[in-house]
């Protein structure tokens, strides 16, 4: 039988995790560049909450827990909550309990550090999932619940072709309604930015400020944003894409603020989006992350978007 030690990361530990990691879950490979960007570079990395398991000389298995040592937003550590943004066991290992020591080690690490309530997967600004792929990973999601996490809802992949895409007619009369009641749509200003990052952090949340600053900041092209300005003058929305890794293919992020609902800017804004992402030459467009019942997977869909993957969130409540 292998019985791997389990312990906190330390350097010279990432190429073999690294590998183990591509052949737990092939259908989510990492890079070295983005398991540094993600989690190495993440201001709140601790090596001691990176539990891996050692057997040979090689990582064979690695659970990550997170605590925040640098908030959000404002002064909020989070005092009471703690992440698992991913955790895998090499092939070769399995069917050993090594799964499951890594988990019970990483919740360990966390309840020592005051965390009595522990998400796995949803942690922003660094996750790599919105949650657990079930389908993917049964396994694991037996094993989650057996320690006693929960799932609180679910998130939904969708993406859509764009060959051959065309703002549909029906759209772009809406917007033309729209421009004449005046509104303005178009690609933001520097000066706009201001209004823009103010929308997100305090009608979205945080993380979504915090991408736009960075994006925008390291090269994202301002073109690869759309904004929406109600008659009165005031931020109502906005679209983009390649915000996340400069993937140009990915959208989002995607907000109307509350009171324009219902008008139809969401609309525009996605299929204004659409048009653009064909312009610089994507086949298609995807996003990790909304509910599939929610008005936004609605309009989604109604755009041509179909679900590909089904993630859940699932929470550890200290008992």
């Keep these: ?42 201001p709140n990395f601790d090596p001691d909450g990176l539990r891996v398991a050692v057997h040979d000389g090689r990582v064979v298995g690695a659970a990550y827990a997170v605590r925040r040592l640098v908030p959000m937003a404002g002064t909020d550590l989070e005092p009471d909550q703690g992440w698992l943004p991913f955790f895998f066991v090499d092939p070769s290992v399995r069917g050993n309990g090594v799964g499951r020591r890594l988990l019970t080690d990483a919740l360990d690490w966390l309840r020592g550090h005051g965390r009595r309530r522990v998400d796995f997967a949803a942690y922003a600004p660094h996750y790599v999932l919105p949650g657990l792929d079930r ?12 320690l006693g996490f929960r799932v609180r809802y679910e998130a939904a992949a969708m993406d859509r072709t764009l060959v051959g895409y065309r703002v549909p007619e029906e759209v772009r009369r809406h917007e033309e309604s729209l421009v004449a009641q005046g509104y303005r749509f178009g690609t933001p200003s520097d000066d706009d930015l201001v209004d823009l990052v103010r929308l997100a952090a305090t009608e979205f949340n945080p993380d979504w400020a915090r991408t736009i600053r960075r994006c925008l900041s390291t090269g994202t092209p301002l073109d690869h944003v759309v904004i929406a300005r109600e008659p009165a003058g005031q931020m109502a929305g906005w679209a983009m894409h390649g915000a996340y890794d400069a993937l140009a293919e990915r959208f989002g992020p995607f907000g109307v603020r509350p009171e324009q609902r219902g008008t139809g ?17 994507a086949h298609g467009a995807w996003f990790l992350w909304t509910g599939e019942q929610s008005p936004a997977g609605h309009l989604y869909r109604a755009a041509g978007f179909r679900t590909t993957r089904t993630f859940e969130v699932m929470r550890r409540e200290a008992t």
């Design 1 to 42: 039988m292998v019985c791997p030690s389990v312990r906190p990361f330390r350097p010279g530990d990432g190429p073999s995790l690294l590998t183990a990691w591509c052949r737990s879950a092939p259908g989510d490979p990492i890079t070295a560049a983005r398991f540094r960007a993600q989690v190495l570079l993440d």
């Design 135 to 146: 389908e993917a990973y049964p396994q694991a999601a037996g094993l989650l619940e057996s």
């Design 265 to 281: 800017l969401g609309k525009v804004l996605l299929h204004r989006t659409l048009e653009r992402m064909r312009a610089h030459g």
